[in-house]
């Protein structure tokens, strides 16, 4: 979650979007690295034309995690992890409505205070095909030092793994733990410390991995950074100080034509750094508030948008390639580097999805459908029944698909013009975004996590 929208945003949101991890290879091409928005860290599953289970659907397996936790489950080498947080006495996240009420104005004011109770950071590993549990390890113990939001958890940070490994951070504890992926037995850990999130909403941005490196991006009120370790020994590589305040979103590694770069989405900031130092290639600031989104990419296009209550909603396309300030100097000023940008109501917690030339972005009970060069919009339609939605959105084949917190899930057409293929509803509360790296649809809600079939478009 991989998700919240602004520093300033109202009480009701909570932090799933953000959480991303970038592969070399596409799915199902013996990539093994995979987190939050799968291995390309984009929402792009590619897979055979498939079509989403339906009511009803006999689950291949199910398992009740102890704890809560709105990570998404992650595979590799054959296995689920699963990021979760528990406590005696511990609340069951909210919906949407409900943890809006609840909040109340104690997170504006700043006197919030997160609970004296003990809780217990864990990571489970269950069997791909089964769900039977593995393994679990014990990630950290202690009171929390910050609060968070009603419908947020104390395990929203999406783990990442190459099959061997498992890298799970969780903010809210300042914890950064590598473990071996087959036993579970810890290899290194870093101790980030934990710094206040804006309004109490608590913390969400994911680690992302490459091939030899973890990166963290740890935006808050106080002592911003981003860093890089090593993968194998947990030893510090580098690290930046970001003088920007609270944002969710996470890194994202966007391999283009021209370089692989570092991209942030910040507090008024979206910025693409060196991967191997940190220093900055570029940044474009006509931006207002911080993101819970991570950008959406295809070749060498990047966009990165939001929206929340207090600011409108923002759109930037950015050209792979170019240094320095991408802002324009004025209204008139067109720069190289951004392909275009708007103000037009954007996703608030669900990251979008860029594929076959158009961005799907999901807000509200909407789906709008744009033509990725230009910003224009083909179409923008309700989905019939739909809740809020805090999963990100994702390409699967020739369809895009959306899953509401209430645990429907709309199969739509990757075409200019809006077709509904297919909808289920699953039930259960929502926030976690769906992991399909194993060719099957693994669902991770409140209660439990679901393991089900996905079949080939036109078969019974």
């Given at each position: ?29 013996g ?55 528990d406590?005696p ?35 489970t ?21 910050i ?87 947990g ?30 989405c ?43 209550p207090?600011?409108p ?48 972005v ?88 679901v ?10």
């Amino acid at each position: 979650m991989s998700w919240l929208w602004t520093r300033n945003l109202l009480p009701g949101i909570a932090l799933l979007t953000s959480m991303v991890v970038r592969a070399a290879e596409p799915a199902g091409t013996g990539s093994t690295i995979n987190g939050f928005r799968g291995p390309n860290g984009n929402g792009v599953w590619n897979l055979p034309e498939v079509s989403v289970p339906e009511n009803g659907t006999s689950s291949l397996w199910r398992y009740s995690p102890k704890g809560f936790g709105w990570a998404a489950p992650v595979t590799g080498g054959g296995k689920v992890f699963l990021l979760a947080a528990d406590a005696p006495k511990i609340s069951k996240p909210s919906d949407f409505t409900k943890g809006t009420r609840e909040m109340g104005l104690g997170a504006y004011l700043g006197t919030t205070k997160p609970p004296k109770e003990i809780h217990t950071w864990t990571v489970t590993a269950l069997d791909g095909e089964t769900g039977k549990s593995l393994w679990v390890a014990e990630l950290h113990k202690s009171a929390p030092q910050i609060p968070h939001h009603p419908s947020n958890t104390y395990a929203t940070e999406t783990p990442a793994t190459n099959g061997k490994v498992v890298c799970c951070w969780a903010g809210s504890c300042g914890q950064l733990v590598c473990l071996a992926a087959d036993t579970g037995k810890e290899i290194w850990r870093q101790d980030l410390g934990v710094e206040p999130r804006a309004t109490g909403f608590g913390s969400g941005s994911s680690p992302v991995i490459d091939s030899d490196r973890v990166f963290i991006q740890c935006d808050n009120e106080k002592k911003s950074f981003v860093a890089a370790f090593s993968l194998a020994t947990g030893k510090e590589l580098w690290r930046q100080p970001r003088k920007v305040k609270t944002s969710w979103s996470t890194p994202f590694i966007w391999k283009n034509s021209k370089r692989t770069e570092l991209v942030l989405c910040g507090d008024g900031l979206l910025t693409g750094l060196d991967p191997n130092s940190g220093d900055e290639l570029w940044r474009y600031t006509a931006l207002k508030g911080g993101f819970a989104t991570s950008p959406a990419s295809e070749g060498d296009l990047l966009i990165a948008c939001k929206s929340d209550p207090f600011n409108p909603g923002q759109y930037v396309a950015v050209r792979a390639g170019y240094n320095g300030d991408l802002t324009p100097k004025s209204k008139e000023e067109e720069s190289r580097g951004i392909a275009w940008s708007k103000k037009e109501k954007g996703p608030g917690l669900a990251s979008p999805v860029l594929a076959k030339g158009r961005l799907f972005v999901s807000s509200d009970q909407f789906i709008t459908c744009m033509e990725s060069s230009t910003g224009k919009q083909l179409w923008k339609e309700r989905l019939p029944g739909a809740k809020s939605v805090a999963a990100s959105v994702w390409a699967l084949g020739n369809s895009i698909c959306v899953l509401d917190e209430s645990g429907k899930l709309f199969q739509i057409a990757n075409e200019p013009e809006y077709k509904l293929l297919a909808k289920s509803d699953f039930g259960d509360l929502h926030w976690s975004t769906p992991d399909l790296a194993s060719g099957k649809l693994v669902l991770r809600g409140v209660n439990e996590v679901v393991c089900l079939p996905l079949k080939p478009q036109g078969k019974p």
